[in-house]
């Protein structure tokens, strides 16, 4: 068993951007990317599927929801931009915080039709799992989605996850029940997993039409 005598808890995450080569990623501190965000949404009604919220009736429907959620310590909501278009195209966020004990969630997370399968969308995440572990210090980042929702269930794959189980009957979302698939990264873990994502993200994984060499996971497996 893990020593943690010396453990001390975990500071919340704070307000300052984190940059990459393809992607900004900022902490939702005020309206300012609001617009951008329904624009990057609007008429991609799938979207809102898994969501406990949405879709939305128009602009103003959509702010008035971000004004009452998206600005809160927790959820800490991050607006994604990717620096080709300058413009915020995702959102995700750290939640459930729990200092004392190291742990943290990633979710809410909503990316435009543009975004999606993007080098940006994947370094994004790579720099929130960064902030969690090398940043704050925290021992586990988990990822929960709905258990029929394939496409979050293949991404927290993807992004080297471990699958922990399924709680049935868990929650009541827009009237039907949902039972919720559980995954976790490990502090321990974290090394192998960030270094995959560096050697995917780097430009010799890619070719001349912007196609991957080699998946991430792949990468992960072999370095």
């Known amino acids: 068993m893990t020593d943690l005598t010396d453990w001390t808890p975990r500071p919340l995450p704070g307000d300052l951007p984190l940059q990459g080569r393809h992607v900004l990623v900022?902490?939702?501190v005020?309206?300012?990317?609001?617009?951008?965000?329904?624009?990057?949404?609007?008429?991609?009604?799938?979207?809102?599927?898994?969501?406990a919220y949405g879709p939305f009736l128009g602009a103003h429907e959509y702010e008035r929801y971000a004004q009452q959620f998206y600005l809160g310590a927790d959820p800490r909501f991050h607006?994604?931009?990717?620096?080709?278009?300058?413009?915020?195209?995702?959102?995700?966020?750290?939640?459930?915080?729990?200092?004392?004990?190291?742990?943290?969630?990633?979710?809410?997370?909503?990316?435009?039709p543009n975004l999606q399968r993007t080098r940006a969308a994947t370094e994004a995440f790579l720099l929130l799992f960064g902030r969690v572990f090398d940043e704050?210090?925290?021992?586990?980042?988990?990822?929960?989605?709905?258990?029929?929702?394939?496409?979050?269930?293949?991404?927290?794959?993807?992004?080297?996850f471990t699958f922990e189980g399924v709680f049935r009957q868990h929650m009541v979302v827009k009237?039907?029940?949902?039972?919720?698939?559980?995954?976790?990264?490990?502090?321990?873990?974290?090394?192998?997993i960030r270094q995959g994502f560096e050697t995917w993200l780097r430009d010799e994984n890619f070719d001349a039409n912007g196609r991957q060499r080699r998946s991430l996971g792949t990468c992960r497996a072999n370095g």
């Open 26 to 28: 900022e902490p939702i």
């Open 30 to 51: 005020d309206e300012a990317r609001f617009a951008e965000l329904w624009r990057a949404f609007e008429g991609a009604d799938r979207l809102w599927d898994y969501l």
């Open 79 to 112: 607006a994604i931009v990717p620096l080709d278009r300058e413009e915020a195209a995702g959102v995700a966020a750290l939640m459930r915080l729990d200092p004392a004990n190291g742990v943290a969630e990633i979710g809410h997370i909503c990316l435009s």
């Open 136 to 160: 704050l210090g925290y021992r586990r980042l988990e990822w929960k989605c709905d258990n029929r929702n394939a496409p979050s269930r293949r991404a927290a794959e993807r992004f080297g």
């Open 175 to 192: 009237h039907h029940n949902r039972d919720t698939a559980w995954f976790s990264i490990t502090d321990r873990e974290w090394p192998r």
